[in-house]
């Protein structure tokens, strides 16, 4: 999707902010909690809650589109860690992101994306390591940390683009 | 003496964690065994005591691929069990999720998983950049049955608007009549993968399966019908335990199925098929004749043309039931509890999927037993594994694991949703 700039100079990219996960498996919330924190210190950015499922997640960008992809992995770094991969220029391994059951999930939606030449003009993943991803609501200190730390992050990444006209949107909560 | 040992420890695109083994000692097929080593999930025993209301959601938790399945499975037998009638409006919106169930997972199948044995490929991701426009084309399919999902069950994965006697929420005509072009799309998209399918190069393959599924008189089974085979089964659901047994074999964590006094059965796409093909809609019908299946369908490897013909039918389904569609009264009718066991077996893609509950008359479950049809189909991999290598034992190692794990992945295996079963090692000193 694409909109306007407020000076009339032609059609921009949008930023969105993609947060991915499950609620109910503690650290892997940490997604969504960096799109509820970033709702709430700024409602008019264009955020979205994704299930992780590959195909869905694919139509949530488009070529040209500017995107920051926010979920809990699980590599064997300290809990807390906070992981940026510039998926333009690196290739996401498989492993990275928390077992999901679905045979087609972000990793792989995104090289099948890179190999279809459908990534979008930027695309920055984020990757929380997670310590618990038992059943549960409630996340670990040191994730809860990060998740501050990760919204001022992309807030701050945001505010170079202050010119940029920006919507809210809501997609399917999972 | 010469031994010979193909080992796969993690079998690729499949759902959950499972293992293959093939012992070849002096020229002679020794052994195989399909290794399920996913932890137990123990469901059925978290179930007991909770409130009958609760089974459709919990166990829609099972699989991320077939949740519908285990929504149905749970709400049939709870009505079954106080009595419910389901009205029409209500039973067609529940034949409308399936659908949209069987279109995301059948095609994920095919063109993601499958498709790449086929053509050569080691995954999909490299087969994408050979084939993009048939990729891009399963991907939009797979959306349009994620779009279905989302509209009634309220996301794509685990849907939580399904409920005992109904839904918690049902749509207006106009949304559902918004899906339609695209579904029309859809349509015409699945007949293309059935053609794309059927100019794969097939083994000559062809097994004497028992193939078990469900029959209805007017229908292509989803929710409902009589358990049937081949060779002579014809019973009711409630009769499941009577005809097929459960036993643990040390290998696995998913109990194997068998039938009493027979032996293995093969649950899913082919047994449909063959079952029930009179009862597809036309352009199914006519996407089969034009891929050059017969009316009985015994290899394996053409599950992938089935699984197509399967979408198509899926779409043809969904189109007349939004055109048909007349939204309820109410979105669920109330459904009081009463003591008794109910059973629900409805059609999941990958076959038949089995539950029964025990209630007392606060609704609280007693007891639960859920077999999923991947643990049915295990035995049959097997046997089918043990057919296949026989006659292709001068393959070498890479191709044989390559073609064995495709014979695998015939039959879609969703491995978390099969394993229950705890392997308990007692030592005492």
């Known amino acids: 999707m694409t909109v306007h700039s407020p000076t009339g100079s032609g059609v921009i990219s949008r930023p969105k902010v993609i947060g991915v996960g499950n609620r109910c498996r503690c650290d892997d919330g940490a997604g969504f909690a960096v799109i509820e924190r970033i709702r709430a210190r700024r409602p008019h950015l264009c955020v979205v809650e994704a299930s992780g499922e590959g195909a869905s997640l694919m139509e949530l960008w488009k070529p040209g589109d500017e995107v920051v992809l926010v979920d809990a992995v699980r590599s064997g770094s300290?809990?807390?860690r906070i992981h940026r991969l510039d998926a333009l220029r690196e290739r996401i391994p498989s492993g990275f992101f928390h077992y999901s059951t679905h045979a087609f999930s972000v990793a792989e939606a995104i090289e099948m994306a890179r190999a279809l030449d459908l990534l979008p003009s930027r695309l920055i993943v984020y990757g929380i390591e997670g310590a618990n991803f038992s059943a549960g609501t409630e996340m670990s200190p040191d994730v809860t940390n990060a998740v501050e730390t990760l919204v001022d992050r992309i807030l701050a990444e945001f505010e170079d683009q202050a010119n940029t006209v920006i919507e809210s949107t809501e997609v399917s909560h999972a | 003496m010469s031994t010979r040992i193909i080992q796969v420890d993690t079998i690729a695109r499949v759902e959950g964690e499972g293992a293959l083994r093939i012992q070849i000692s002096d020229g002679k097929l020794e052994d195989v065994k399909l290794r399920i080593f996913e932890p137990p999930r123990f469901f059925e025993a978290f179930l007991r005591g909770r409130d009958f209301t609760e089974a459709p959601d919990i166990t829609a938790r099972i699989c991320g691929i077939c949740p519908v399945a285990y929504l149905m499975g749970a709400v049939h037998a709870m009505e079954m069990i106080c009595g419910a009638v389901i009205p029409r409006p209500?039973?067609?919106?529940?034949?409308?999720?399936?659908?949209?169930?069987?279109i995301e997972s059948h095609i994920l199948h095919m063109a993601m998983?499958?498709?790449?044995?086929?053509?050569?490929?080691?995954?999909?991701?490299?087969?994408?950049k050979d084939h993009p426009d048939v990729v891009k084309k399963a991907l939009r399919v797979k959306k349009l049955g994620n779009d279905i999902m989302v509209l009634l069950g309220g996301r794509e994965i685990h849907p939580i608007n399904v409920r005992v006697g109904g839904f918690y929420k049902v749509p207006t005509k106009e949304q559902l009549r918004r899906l339609k072009p695209d579904l029309q799309w859809g349509l015409e998209a699945a007949m293309e993968m059935v053609r794309f399918a059927s100019q794969l190069n097939f083994q000559d393959f062809e097994q004497d399966y028992e193939f078990v599924c469900l029959r209805h008189p007017d229908e292509y089974p989803f929710n409902e019908g009589m358990m049937v085979s081949n060779k002579g089964i014809e019973v009711p659901i409630s009769a499941y335990d009577t005809v097929l047994v459960e036993e643990h074999v040390p290998h696995s964590t998913a109990l194997h199925s068998r039938i009493r006094g027979r032996g293995a059965c093969h649950v899913g796409p082919l047994a449909r098929y063959t079952m029930n093909h009179e009862k597809?809609?036309?352009?199914?019908?006519?996407?089969?004749?034009?891929?050059?299946?017969?009316?009985?369908?015994?290899?394996?490897?053409?599950?992938?043309?089935?699984?197509?013909?399967?979408?198509?039918?899926?779409?043809?389904e969904a189109l007349r039931l939004i055109d048909e569609y007349e939204p309820p009264d109410r979105p669920f009718i109330p459904v009081t509890p009463r003591a008794g066991t109910g059973y629900g077996c409805t059609e999941a893609p990958r076959g038949i999927c089995y539950h029964r509950y025990t209630i007392d008359d606060a609704g609280a479950i007693q007891d639960a037993k859920i077999v999923s049809p991947t643990a049915v189909n295990q035995s049959t991999i097997e046997k089918d594994l043990w057919h296949f290598i026989e006659p292709n034992m001068d393959l070498p190692d890479d191709r044989l694991q390559w073609e064995c794990e495709q014979a695998i992945r015939n039959y879609d295996p969703c491995i978390s949703?099969?394993?229950?079963f705890l392997k308990l090692e007692v030592v005492r000193q």
């Open chain 2, 113 to 128: 998983l499958h498709a790449p044995d086929f053509l050569g490929y080691p995954d999909a991701i490299a087969m994408a």
């Open chain 2, 417 to 420: 949703c099969s394993a229950h």
């Open chain 2, 280 to 316: 597809l809609t036309p352009l199914a019908k006519t996407s089969a004749r034009e891929a050059g299946l017969a009316e009985i369908c015994c290899n394996p490897f053409k599950s992938i043309i089935v699984r197509g013909v399967e979408v198509v039918f899926a779409f043809e």
């Open chain 1, 78 to 80: 300290a809990p807390g």
């Open chain 2, 90 to 102: 209500i039973r067609d919106l529940r034949r409308l999720i399936y659908c949209g169930e069987w």
